[in-house]
């Protein structure tokens, strides 16, 4: 022992000299390591510690992805991502500062800033996903609607179903004195939105909302009521409901279950329709403006390497986890690596069911909350009726495309994004017709496209 160490008595001042004699090559080559390995250019970030909410559902899929590959991490950012029980409770929080931030309904924060529910001054920097929703039935429904539904060559059921098929159901439970009833995730939620626009193209009045009466089942042909996603199947299964329009996993862990059968996605009700979204707080952002910038970069990072199609089985993966989804990675894989299952073993090519990127998915764009506002206004949950420049000026308090281009720009400049990726907008996409009714929708003329409904309010232009 004692020959050990007069052994390192000889030894530590020989490395400390080759020490300082290589030290500046030694500095040299560490700095363009670091270099090569990151390429962010970390703003002055306010708060770095952050607490950011979500729903157990696939679309949460770009906060996972940020925390576990580390973009969060690449921008200063030390990020918890904690699941909450449901919508209600995410914008309470959120509203209150318990929450920095979180995986959000797009309607919730156009909602707020609306008049319906609780108000506050909530933002959209970015829109997490388009698609990934579906209108699930339960198996009896099934087994009725089934024979209105148009057949191939080989005796499979032609998709998109529409709602004529489930009219001689509804029917038939009125008849035997019981009502149909079906479950949506939230009131301002596009589910509410989605499935009543179903129902509607087929003639099947939804019910409507008023000042006095918040139920929106005035008239109703179906009765709506509200069921947080995780508890959607169970609740079909009791006969609680027999349908419901819900996010991923919630429509295939119903076809895994042997308890229902989706009938429709919406991407055939809406193409590329806009999804969940991001949301903080006005005053977050005020007091925080470089945090929501770097928060929004690691986000749009994440969006992109979820889209990258040989990443979709380990995001499956992390989806998977009991932290974050935790459903199984066969329930995940039917819809997040391009198939989706109907009826048992009626699996189908969708490649762009969950897109997280492409189609410039990410951009919060205005026509887009225009869309949701037309909806409220539609079936009374915007009680009166309001000029076309409400519509527009109330939408650009809430989406916020400026912080969007200024989180994009960074990422060009660093290079981890091409910058044909940022879209040259005004934020207004071009009018579609890319509905399953077929009617065209205008961003621009939002009292055009209420009025073009049979069921619905009507305003005068």
Known sequence: ?????????YILPIAMLLFACGGKEAKKATTNVVEKTSKTKTLEIEKPQLTFGFIKLTDMAP????????????????????????????LDRVIDGQLDGSHMLAGQPIAAGAGFGRQAKLVTTFSMDLN?????????????MKSHVPKDKDGKPVHPIKAEALKPVITEYKNSGKAFKMGMVFPVSTHNYEIRYWLAAAGINPGMYTKENVQGQIDAEVLLSVTPPPQMPATLEAGTIHGYCVGEPWNQQAVFKGIGVPVVTNYDIWKNNPEKVFVMTQKFIDENPNTAIAVTKALIRAGKWLDEPKNRAEAVKILSMSQYVGAPVEVLANSMTGTFEFEKGDKRNMPDF??????????????????????MRRWGQIPDAKSSDWYASTIKDIYRP???KKAATLLVEEGNIPATDIPSTDGYKPATADFIDGTMYDGKDPLGYINSFKIGNKDKK
């Open 354 to 375: 969950n897109v997280f990127y492409k189609y410039n998915a990410t951009y919060p764009f205005y026509s887009d909350g225009v869309w949701f506002l037309t909806q």
């Open 132 to 144: 990934g929703n579906a209108i699930t039935v339960s198996n009896d429904v099934w087994s009725k």
């Open 1 to 9: 022992m004692k020959h050990f160490f007069k052994k390192s008595i």
């Open 402 to 404: 400026d912080i969007w």
């Open 63 to 90: 906060l996972a992805i940020a925390k576990e590959k580390g973009f969060f991490e690449d921008e200063g950012l030390f990020v918890s991502v904690e699941a909450q029980s449901n919508w209600k409770n995410i």
